[in-house]
């Protein structure tokens, strides 16, 4: 069965950091694109960042420019997403998934930014 | 950036009557390849999204022929020919164009 499973949500203080992972199994991960997907409580679903096949092209919606950094380990069949100077506003559950039209989802990790 | 707008923002149909939602792209997400690069989601409370529609009118293996999708260019339709329960959902659409942009979503209810 392909799945993908996020952990290392929770949590943290403004300002503070926190690191996603994503791992994939039932697939051939290192042959995919993938991507991080977010969505506020009772709000629309937003693009964070994408990754090629070999970690080579990353790309980044304006407002995590410079605070997120998304990487991948094909050898592990894992995806992550660093998350440095979190605010508030990046308070959302956070969505793994594969390919440009995602076809595959995780089901999801609340990070919450709160003192 | 590529914005995406959908229409309504909210909808209530009939069961058994037909839905259509709306999607406008602020430049065409028309490839060389004359492939549109548009899917459309359909998300249930606490549940991730799942892809229903690829490259514009394309289902997903799995989904049920009452939904469809059409367009090009800039303006696209999803289409359920005949609402069921389950149906009630919030309905995205997407660009994969040029990174991805979400439209806000259209919440389809039974009348």
């Known amino acids: 069965e392909v799945q993908l499973v996020e952990s290392g949500g929770g949590l943290v203080q403004p300002g503070g950091s926190l690191r996603l992972s994503c791992e994939a199994s039932?697939?051939?991960?290192?042959?995919?694109?993938m991507s991080w997907v977010r969505q506020a409580a009772g709000k629309g679903l937003e693009w964070v960042a994408n990754i090629n096949e070999d970690g080579s092209e990353k790309r980044y919606v304006d407002s995590v420019k410079g605070r997120f950094t998304i990487s991948r380990d094909n050898a592990k069949n894992s995806l992550y997403l660093q998350m440095n100077s979190l605010r508030a506003e990046d308070t959302a559950v956070y969505y793994c998934?594969?390919?440009?039209?995602?076809?595959?989802w995780g089901k999801g990790i609340a990070v919450t930014v709160s003192s | 950036d590529i914005v995406m707008t959908q229409s309504p923002d909210s909808l209530a149909v009939s069961l058994g009557e037909r839905a259509t939602i709306n999607c406008k792209s602020s430049q065409s997400v028309l490839h060389s390849s004359s492939k549109n690069s548009l899917a459309w989601y359909q998300q249930k409370p606490g549940q991730p999204p799942k892809l229903l529609i690829y490259?514009?009118?394309t289902r997903e293996s799995g989904v049920p022929d009452r939904f469809s999708g059409s367009g090009s260019g800039t303006d696209f339709t999803l289409t359920i020919s005949s609402l069921q329960a389950e149906d009630v959902a919030v309905y995205y659409c997407?660009?994969?164009?040029?990174?991805?942009?979400f439209g806000q979503g259209t919440k389809l209810e039974i009348k």
């Open positions: 039932g697939y051939t991960f290192s042959t995919y694109w």
């Open positions: 998934a594969r390919r440009g039209y995602m076809d595959v």
């Open positions: 490259w514009a009118s």
């Open positions: 997407q660009q994969y164009y040029s990174t991805h942009t």
